[in-house]
């Protein structure tokens, strides 16, 4: 039995109604005479003349006239029928579409009659399409445009799937900026480059070979690329922003931050690219910061360390607070000499390993209990404070000064023979001579004090030297309180 052939007309419905994506065929021909009319009426700029009137762009909209949908656009919309879904193209082509409509309208303005662009339709039900869309006149139809083809291919989930990423991206970033701690993203590549390149010429020993070759470790920070930092690090920086900072990153990473970054180098070389160290980085403006930096090379990118994070703690003020208490361990809090416990330290430190010859002054303040007695101890401490004035003034380095009791002081000598130990001896009473003239005016008490040398050479006790000062001392204090007395 013969079947009848198919006519291509029947081939070409076929083909429309089963076809994968959404088809429209449509007639712009009521588009194209508004069109004409508005370039008769002199308008040039499509644009322009929408935006003074927005009731145009729906006198726009209401030209297009759909003549045939495929059963794909049913199936996508929601709609039982072609009559269903033509009666309620208001619920389809609603809010976010007035963008795109401009974008297409301008091409056909422009005589574009073939396009696509990326809008948004709706669903019978309310649900949201994010729709390519493609705009063809087609052949034989230029002049009249009363038969376009739209067809619309459903990216709703790409679109949504680029939304949640760009909405990650946001969270991120926000994170990343406001981070309450100082963040940088740096590419260590190059680094990653000559450290391979040294150990592939043999070089085992990286520690001596930055020793024998401190150039190295400064090409490595200059090969460092940042690729971002956040906005705490502008302001620890004191940096107005990004561009500032990493021109004058030279000011931010000097001197002590070479040894450092040594360290740092170190580490990598032996496969450690998680770190974290104690640094010193400097401000803009030359400020001293202290920081606790903890670097990592992303777990994604180890092969080629092009991607790092490095976080920044501003550690300043607990250094500061932690160098004030060890101070107050070492130092006496009302002359600011050193205490007991440090000249008790150094006394042995000096008894193990010298420099000899080691020279001892013990000094004690006379009458400085009649005076607390009298005057109160107020007037007591500021003898006392004038003592500590002297001493800080008078011994230099090596030597440094102690106060090791109540109204007792002493003083270390390392390298100081007996005649030099004496030339301390009238350094201290010739400045305590000064110091009683420009006081003389003011309280009227006069300093007095009591000195006893020792000196101790290599192989001898200086516990035994400590005792001859003391000894020394006291014969002095006699021969004061006798003087003052009048005895014979």
């Not at 010298?354 to 009458?367: A, E, H, K, Q, R």
Request: charged residues 25%; aromatic residues 8%.
């Amino acid at each position: 039995m013969l079947h009848p052939t198919p006519s291509p007309t029947t081939d070409f419905e076929s083909m429309f109604d089963l076809a994968p994506v959404s088809l429209w065929l449509e007639d712009y021909s009521g588009l194209k005479r508004l069109f004409d009319a508005w370039r008769a009426e002199g308008v040039i700029d499509l644009a322009a003349h929408l935006a003074a009137d927005p009731s145009r762009i729906a006198a726009c909209i209401a030209q297009f006239k759909v003549l045939r949908v495929n059963q794909r656009t049913l199936t996508l919309f929601g709609a039982d029928s072609q009559p269903a879904l033509l009666a309620a193209l208001d619920v389809v082509f609603r809010d976010d579409m007035s963008q795109s409509v401009r974008y297409e309208l301008d091409q056909l303005w422009s005589g574009q009659l073939d396009f696509s662009n990326q809008t948004v339709n709706y669903t019978l039900d309310g649900r949201r399409l994010d729709v390519q869309l493609q705009v063809r006149v087609l052949p034989g139809h230029e002049s009249a445009w009363d038969r376009v083809l739209v067809s619309l291919h459903d990216v709703s989930a790409r679109v949504a799937a680029a939304r949640e990423r760009a909405e990650s991206e946001r969270y991120a970033r926000g994170l990343f900026e406001r981070s309450p701690v100082s963040l940088w993203v740096e590419d260590f590549s190059a680094v990653k480059g000559l450290l391979d390149d040294i150990r592939q010429r043999g070089i085992t020993d990286f520690a001596t070979f930055i020793k024998v070759h401190p150039e190295f470790v400064m090409r490595c920070m200059q090969e460092i690329r940042v690729i971002d930092v956040n906005r705490e690090t502008l302001r620890m920086f004191g940096a107005d922003d990004t561009p500032t900072l990493l021109h004058d990153l030279t000011k931010v990473f000097r001197d002590e931050m070479h040894d450092s970054f040594a360290d740092q180098l170190q580490d990598l070389w032996n496969g450690k690219t998680l770190q974290q160290r104690e640094v010193i980085n400097y401000s803009l403006h030359g400020d001293l910061i202290n920081i606790h930096m903890q670097f990592a090379v992303l777990e994604d990118h180890l092969e080629n360390w092009d991607l790092v994070l490095v976080s920044l703690v501003d550690i300043t003020a607990r250094k500061k607070a932690e160098a004030y208490l060890e101070y107050l361990g070492k130092h006496d809090v009302l002359t600011r000499l050193c205490n007991r416990s440090f000249y008790t330290e150094e006394l042995n430190r000096l008894s193990r390993k010298g420099p000899w010859p080691v020279s001892i002054l013990t000094i004690d303040l006379n009458g400085l209990k009649p005076i607390n007695d009298e005057l109160g101890h107020a007037a007591g401490d500021a003898l006392l404070r004038r003592v500590g004035d002297v001493l800080a003034k008078a011994v230099e380095s090596p030597g440094w000064p102690a106060r090791i009791g109540g109204d007792e002081f002493s003083v270390l000598l390392p390298m100081t023979d007996e005649r030099g130990a004496q030339a301390m001896r009238d350094r201290i009473l010739s400045m305590f001579e000064l110091n009683n003239q420009f006081h003389a005016g003011q309280s009227g008490h006069v300093l007095s004090v009591s000195i006893g040398i020792a000196t101790c050479a290599a192989g001898e006790s200086l516990d035994a030297a400590v005792v001859r000062a003391d000894r020394a001392m006291y014969d002095d204090k006699a021969r004061h309180y006798a003087a003052r007395d009048g005895a014979p």
